[in-house]
């Protein structure tokens, strides 16, 4: 698959981004557009911050050019909510000093975000391993019901994730593993009728498509060899046969594409016409 150079690609990108009438900002920035403004928020860990990316190929800011070219007549502002390293447990429960010992959910989304309309949650990598899948269930529908009760009508959309190429990066056994997360995702979206984001299908197709090169290279060999970290194919030439060089399962920007094309195919399946406002059908 031929590779799009990463300047013209963020050239693009911040194009789209400053023509469309929709706009993308984090907790904190002041949300533009008004009252009749549609808000879409991502909840997630790194895999959907990707904070180690330039910020206009966030998945919010891609998410959002989108959006704006597909629902012309709307103004639809998107909210990044996720963290590095968060899972459904920490953002709910854990009071740490530096928030004033409030949760992160209650600092910076209830406290940041007075408005949602469409939530797309994405949440397991950090979950798995710390909770059973059982457990990691439960707190994902507490997690459903919170933002329910806290955003009445709000519009919950759940996500799948990570699948990682067994060739250069990880094994089919890790992505036996994953999958095995999500599809604990999957039935709460089954059972509870909400639209499903399969990015863990798509990446799949994709990567047996032979566009495999879909997250960072390694943080611990980048680090030690360049000073820094390395999110794109630009240092490969040099680090050609070192063993472990592309295992990372962070996405890169092309993932980041990609997922966000998967989110607003399953956002215009099921809302073709208008993204709906907090309780409406």
Same mark, same amino acid.
């Given at each position: 698959?031929?590779?799009?150079?990463?300047?013209?690609?963020?050239?693009?990108?911040?194009?789209?981004?400053?023509?469309?009438? +929709?706009?993308?900002?984090?907790?904190?920035?002041?949300?533009?557009?008004?009252?009749?403004?549609?808000?879409?928020?991502?909840?997630?860990?790194?895999?959907?911050?990707?904070?180690?990316?330039?910020?206009?190929?966030?998945?919010?800011?891609?998410?959002?050019?989108?959006?704006?070219?597909?629902?012309?007549?709307?103004?639809?502002?998107?909210?990044?909510?996720?963290?590095?390293?968060?899972?459904?447990?920490?953002?709910?429960?854990?009071?740490?000093?530096?928030?004033?010992?409030?949760?992160?959910?209650?600092?910076?989304?209830?406290?940041?975000?007075?408005?949602?309309?469409?939530?797309?949650?994405?949440?397991?990598?950090?979950?798995?391993?710390?909770?059973?899948?059982?457990?990691?269930?439960?707190?994902?529908?507490?997690?459903?019901?919170?933002?329910?009760?806290?955003?009445?009508?709000?519009?919950?959309?759940?996500?799948?994730?990570?699948?990682?190429?067994?060739?250069?990066?990880?094994?089919?056994?890790? @992505?036996?593993?994953?999958?095995?997360?999500?599809?604990?995702?999957?039935?709460?979206?089954?059972?509870?009728?909400?639209?499903?984001?399969?990015?863990?299908?798509?990446?799949?197709?994709?990567?047996?498509?032979? @566009?495999?090169?879909?997250?960072?290279?390694?943080?611990?060999?980048?680090?030690?060899?360049?000073?820094?970290?390395?999110?794109?194919? +630009?240092?490969?030439?040099?680090?050609?046969?070192?063993?472990?060089?592309?295992?990372?399962?962070?996405? @890169?920007?092309?993932?980041?594409?990609?997922?966000?094309?998967?989110?607003?195919?399953?956002?215009?399946?099921?809302?073709?016409?208008?993204?709906?406002?907090?309780?409406?059908?």
């Amino acid at each position: 698959m031929p590779r799009v150079g990463r300047a013209v690609l963020l050239a693009i990108l911040l194009l789209v981004a400053l023509l469309g009438p +929709s706009c993308s900002y984090a907790p904190g920035g002041s949300p533009a557009g008004g009252p009749d403004a549609i808000v879409v928020a991502h909840f997630g860990d790194s895999t959907c911050s990707t904070d180690y990316l330039p910020a206009p190929i966030h998945i919010d800011r891609v998410l959002n050019a989108r959006l704006a070219e597909h629902y012309p007549a709307q103004r639809i502002v998107d909210v990044n909510v996720c963290k590095s390293g968060d899972y459904v447990f920490r953002l709910l429960h854990e009071r740490r000093p530096w928030l004033f010992f409030r949760t992160r959910y209650e600092r910076e989304v209830r406290g940041r975000v007075p408005h949602i309309d469409v939530a797309l949650i994405r949440y397991g990598h950090n979950d798995r391993g710390r909770f059973t899948h059982e457990e990691f269930r439960r707190q994902l529908e507490e997690l459903c019901d919170r933002l329910q009760r806290d955003y009445p009508g709000v519009h919950l959309v759940l996500e799948t994730n990570s699948y990682i190429d067994p060739v250069h990066n990880a094994s089919d056994r890790m @992505n036996e593993e994953y999958d095995r997360v999500w599809e604990v995702v999957r039935r709460v979206a089954r059972e509870r009728r909400y639209p499903l984001v399969e990015v863990f299908a798509r990446l799949k197709h994709e990567v047996q498509a032979g @566009n495999w090169d879909l997250c960072i290279r390694n943080d611990e060999l980048a680090e030690k060899r360049f000073g820094r970290q390395i999110v794109d194919d +630009s240092k490969d030439g040099e680090m050609a046969g070192a063993a472990d060089w592309f295992r990372n399962p962070h996405p @890169n920007f092309r993932a980041v594409t990609i997922t966000a094309d998967e989110e607003f195919r399953t956002l215009t399946a099921t809302w073709p016409d208008r993204l709906p406002k907090a309780g409406e059908g």
